[in-house]
């Protein structure tokens, strides 16, 4: 069964020591709106969301989705895994409102890099065209992982390219 919203805040609550009246007080709410939230009867005001998130240490996609990009992280040489099971995952959210949403495997990222072929999918993309493909493999085969880059440009654009 998929975790619910309400039982993430219950969980995060719990691992903190919280009970619910001492989340109510830091929220500014009752202790029946946070059982209500727990129970799944209710979900927090939309406004209090990032407050939630700031209170438990997660973004607010984490507290909704629960699940949260991979942060950056260097990998022992022992620990890492083969090129040929790795993705480069690339999200394009723009000004506009499109959303571009790119894998590609490492294993042909590595191919790329070493042909200098170009990857006409991602480099015409406007927002994706300045990526150095070559650097992002130099980085993973040190053993670079999760959340490698987020840019926002001045239309908006935020970019997001990360490797799991």
Do not use: H
């Amino acid at each position: 069964m998929n975790e619910t919203l309400g039982r993430r805040i219950a969980n995060a609550r719990k691992e903190r020591g919280m009970t619910q009246d001492q989340l109510a007080e830091k929220m500014g709410v009752s202790a029946q709106a946070v059982s209500k939230w727990e129970n799944d009867q209710t979900c927090p005001d939309v406004t209090l969301l990032p407050q939630l998130a700031k209170l438990f240490g997660v973004t607010v996609d984490e507290l909704l989705c629960g699940k949260a990009e991979p942060e950056v992280q260097l990998v022992p040489q022992a620990q890492r895994k083969d090129i040929k099971d790795m993705m480069l995952r690339m999200k394009v959210d723009t000004g506009d409102g499109d959303r571009v949403r790119i894998s590609v495997p490492m294993a042909l990222v590595q191919v790329a890099a070493e042909t200098g072929m170009a990857m006409p999918q991602v480099s015409g993309n406007p927002a994706l065209q300045q990526i150095d493909f070559a650097q992002i493999l130099s980085m993973v085969e040190k053993g670079v992982m999760g959340n490698l880059m987020e840019v926002e440009t001045n239309d908006g654009t935020t970019v997001y390219i990360y490797v799991e």
